[in-house]
Nanobody, 117 residues
Framework: VQLQACGGGLVQPGGSLRLSCTAP????????IGWFRQAPGKAREGVSC???????VYSDSVKGRFTISRDNGKNMVFLQMNSLKPEDTALYYC????????????WGQGTLVTVSS
């Protein structure tokens, strides 16, 4: 199973991007989906998560700026990122875990977000 993250790009500080996560042939609706990011020289960090019933969690660094959502009909999960800051620059990944598990089993290849003027 391979998740696919897309929507990254270059944006100026204060701008917005929307990342998408999909998995052809794999039903995301059953799984909790998380977004993670890894900046150069830094450890990977969790950004946000949405469970199958729509509950959401955000890291303190993005709370109030990012919004995670899912469209099970389209088999997609989104991360709307507003008020972007240079420190949001990173490779963003989506991942899926079973509801009863704490660790993520399936990962995507990542999409690069660069926030710079």
């Amino acid at each position: 199973v391979q998740l696919q993250a897309c929507g990254g790009g270059l944006v100026q500080p204060g701008g917005s991007l929307r990342l998408s996560c999909t998995a052809p042939g794999f039903t995301l609706g059953y799984y909790a989906i998380g977004w993670f990011r890894q900046a150069p020289g830094k450890a990977r960090e969790g950004v946000s998560c949405i469970t199958g019933d729509g509950s959401t969690v955000y890291s303190d660094s993005v709370k109030g700026r990012f919004t995670i959502s899912r469209d099970n009909g389209k088999n997609m999960v989104f991360l709307q990122m507003n008020s972007l800051k240079p420190e949001d620059t990173a490779l963003y990944y989506c991942a899926a875990r079973r509801p009863s598990e704490r660790s993520y089993t399936y990962w995507g290849q990542g999409t690069l977000v660069t926030v710079s003027s």
